[in-house]
C-alpha cells in the first residue's frame, strides 16, 4: 500500500481507494481508566465514516486524537497531507461535542471570526448551513439545531479536506436532525471527507457509507451498514393482513419460508432471500391480497447487539 | 489577532454589567465618600493630607483593578474553557494563547480607563492632585500585572466557570481591607500594618499614593509587588488548562 500523502503529492484522484486517514492500533489511557484499547481504521477520500458505539466507548477520545487534541499512548494516525499539527489544523475541520460560543456573540461574528483564522472569508457558507436570516442573532438565542449548524459552519469555514463531527444531532428534535443530515449530505458532494461520530443507529445507517462498531474502547467490527446487518442476521419477518382465507400451506411451499403463525388476523412470515416478493406472488395466484404489509429487517441494533452482546442505546 | 481583540472587545461591551463594576461603581464611591464635609479636611493621621487626595482615589483605583484582574478575567477565561471555546480554538491554526493575550491586552484597556476616569474625577470633583511622579505609570502597570497574575491562577484553579469570580471575591475583599480601603494604612495597628505591607494590595496602594502625591514609591512596596507577579506568574503558567 501507498503511504498516502504521496497519493495525494502525485495527484492521484481515484476516488473511494485512496486513504486519507489511517489508524493503526490507537491506545489511550486516562490513569488507571483505558478510554481507547486498540482502534485501527482507514477512511478513504469522499468517504462519510462512521465511528458507531454506545456512550463511553472511547468515540471522542479517538475523534480527539484524529484531530490533534490529545496525544495517544500507542499507535498511529496517518492523515493525507498533514505532516505535522499545523498543516493537520489547516486540512481538518473539527466539530467538537458540546463546544460552545459565547453567549453573546453574534452568527456572523463568529464564522467571520473562525474565517479569520484561516486567512479567509466565509463565502456563502451562511446561507448554505440556512442561517442567513440569524446573521445578527446572539449565539445565546439560537435553538439547538441552529447552534449546531453553526458549529457545522465553523468546522466547514477553513476549507478542509476532511471534516469531523462529533455527536452531532445528539439533542435536536427529528425535523432539525434531518435537516443536518441533508446538509452532512451537501458538504460530501462537495467533496470534503467525513468522519462522523454518533450512537444514533439511525443516523449511521441512513448516512454512513461505511462504519466502525466500538465497543469498549476496542473496534468490534468495520463494515457497510448493510454488510454489518447481514454480518449476523439476513433473516426478515414479514407482517400482514390477508385480504381473505388462504392456507397457510401455500406459503410454507416457498423455498424462501423458513416459518408462517398468524397472531389474531395478522399472519407473521420468516423467511429469507427476496421474502416479500415471493410471499406477495403466492397469495395473488390465490386471489389474496397482502394488506398492512410490513417487512422487518435486523438493524445496526441487531448487529451491535449479536457482536458485544450489549445493546447499543 | 486583530480580529479576535475586536470581536472580543465588542463581547467585553456588551457584558455592560461589568463595566458598571469596573468604572461607573468606583467612581460613584469616589464621588460620594469624597463629599462626606470631614474628608475634605487636612488630616493629621495622614500626615496633614486631605482624605481625597490620594487616600481615597488610590483605593478606588484598587478597587477598580482588582475588579477587573480578580473578577472578571478569571471568570471570562474559566468561561471559555468550561464552554470549549478554548478547546474549538486549539483545532483551528490560531492558538488559543492568542485568546488569552487579546483578555490581558482588553483587561488592561479597563483598568487604563478607569484609572483616568478616577484621576480626572478626583480632580474635578475634589480638587485633587494629579499623579506627578513619572513612576506612576511603571507602578500601575507592575500592580496591575501582579493582580492580573493573581487573575490568571484563579481562572486555573476554578473548578468551573461559576467558582471563578467566586474565589476572585474572595480574594479580592480581604485584600482591599488591608490596603486600607477602609481604614488608612497609617491608621492601621502595627500587626494590620506588617500583614498589608505584604498583601501584595497594600504595597500597590501604598506606592500609587506616594506616586500620586509626587513622591518616589518605596523600593520595600515594589520588592512585594515584583516578587508577587514572579510567584504567581509562575504558577499560573503551570497550573493554566486549555479544557
Known amino acids: 500500500m501507498h503511504p498516502s500523502g504521496f497519493c495525494a503529492a502525485a495527484g492521484i484522484s481515484s476516488v473511494y481507494s485512496m486513504k486519507v486517514i489511517e489508524v493503526t492500533n490507537l491506545h489511550k489511557r486516562y490513569g488507571t481508566h483505558v478510554a481507547v484499547d486498540d482502534v485501527s481504521f482507514s477512511v478513504a477520500e469522499g468517504e462519510i465514516f462512521g465511528i458507531l458505539g454506545p456512550n463511553g466507548a472511547g468515540k471522542t477520545t479517538t475523534v480527539e486524537c484524529l484531530s490533534g487534541l490529545r496525544e495517544p499512548d500507542r499507535g498511529t494516525i496517518k492523515i493525507a497531507g498533514a505532516d505535522d499539527r499545523d498543516s493537520l489544523k489547516r486540512i481538518m475541520g473539527v466539530q467538537l461535542q458540546s463546544a460552545e460560543l459565547p453567549e453573546k456573540l453574534k452568527v456572523w461574528e463568529a464564522l467571520d471570526l473562525y474565517a479569520s483564522f484561516y486567512g479567509r472569508t466565509s463565502g456563502d457558507l451562511l446561507e448554505r448551513v440556512g442561517l442567513t436570516e440569524k446573521r445578527d442573532t446572539y449565539f445565546g438565542k439560537l435553538s439547538g439545531g441552529q447552534k449546531q449548524r453553526l458549529s457545522i459552519a465553523l468546522a466547514l469555514v477553513g476549507g478542509p479536506r476532511i471534516a469531523v463531527l462529533d455527536e452531532l444531532t445528539t439533542g435536536l428534535d427529528p425535523q432539525a436532525r434531518r435537516d443536518t443530515w441533508e446538509l452532512i449530505e451537501q458538504v460530501r458532494n462537495d467533496g470534503v471527507t467525513i468522519v462522523l461520530v454518533t450512537h444514533f443507529m439511525e443516523e449511521a445507517e441512513r448516512l454512513c457509507d461505511r462504519l466502525a462498531l466500538i465497543d469498549a474502547g476496542r473496534v468490534v467490527a468495520t463494515d457497510t451498514p448493510s454488510g454489518l446487518v447481514a454480518m449476523v442476521d439476513d433473516e426478515q419477518r414479514l407482517r400482514f393482513r390477508p385480504s381473505g382465507p388462504f392456507s397457510e400451506e401455500i406459503l410454507r411451499a416457498l423455498p424462501e419460508v423458513t416459518e408462517v403463525s398468524r397472531s389474531g388476523e395478522q399472519v407473521v412470515v420468516t423467511g429469507t432471500g427476496n421474502l416479500p416478493h415471493a410471499v406477495t406472488l403466492a397469495l395473488a395466484a390465490e386471489g389474496v391480497i397482502p394488506t398492512d404489509l410490513r417487512i422487518e429487517q435486523a438493524t445496526l441494533d441487531d448487529a451491535f447487539l449479536a457482536l458485544t452482546g450489549r445493546k447499543l442505546a | ?243
Open chain 2, 1 to 243: 489577532m486583530k480580529k479576535i481583540l475586536a470581536v472580543e472587545t465588542k463581547l467585553h461591551l456588551r457584558d455592560s454589567w461589568s463595566m458598571l463594576f469596573i468604572i461607573a461603581l468606583p467612581l460613584l464611591l469616589l464621588i460620594v465618600i469624597g463629599n462626606i464635609p470631614d474628608l475634605g479636611k487636612p488630616n493629621p493621621d495622614l500626615g496633614g493630607e486631605r482624605f481625597v487626595d490620594t487616600q481615597l482615589p488610590a483605593t478606588m483605583l484598587l478597587l477598580a483593578l482588582t475588579t477587573v484582574a480578580l473578577t472578571v478575567l478569571p471568570a471570562v477565561l474559566a468561561t471559555y474553557r468550561h464552554q470549549g471555546v478554548l478547546r474549538r480554538m486549539s483545532t483551528t491554526p490560531v492558538s488559543p494563547a492568542s485568546m488569552l493575550s487579546v483578555q490581558l491586552i482588553i483587561n488592561l484597556g479597563m483598568a487604563v480607563i478607569a484609572a483616568v476616569v478616577l484621576i480626572l474625577g478626583a480632580r474635578l470633583v475634589h480638587g485633587s492632585p494629579i499623579p506627578s511622579h513619572w513612576a506612576f505609570v511603571p507602578v500601575f502597570l507592575l500592580g496591575t500585572a501582579a493582580l492580573m497574575s493573581i487573575g490568571l491562577l484563579i481562572a486555573a484553579l476554578a473548578p468551573n466557570a461559576k467558582s471563578a469570580p467566586l474565589i476572585g471575591n474572595v480574594i479580592m475583599f480581604p485584600m482591599l481591607f488591608f490596603a486600607g480601603m477602609w481604614i488608612p494604612r497609617e491608621t492601621m495597628p502595627p500587626v494590620l500594618r506588617t500583614i498589608s505591607d505584604y498583601s501584595v494590595g497594600g504595597p500597590i496602594v501604598q506606592a500609587m499614593r506616594d506616586t500620586w502625591a509626587g513622591e518616589a514609591p518605596s523600593l520595600g512596596s515594589l520588592a512585594v509587588i515584583v516578587v508577587g507577579l514572579a510567584l504567581f506568574s509562575a504558577l499560573a503558567v503551570r497550573l493554566f488548562r486549555w479544557q
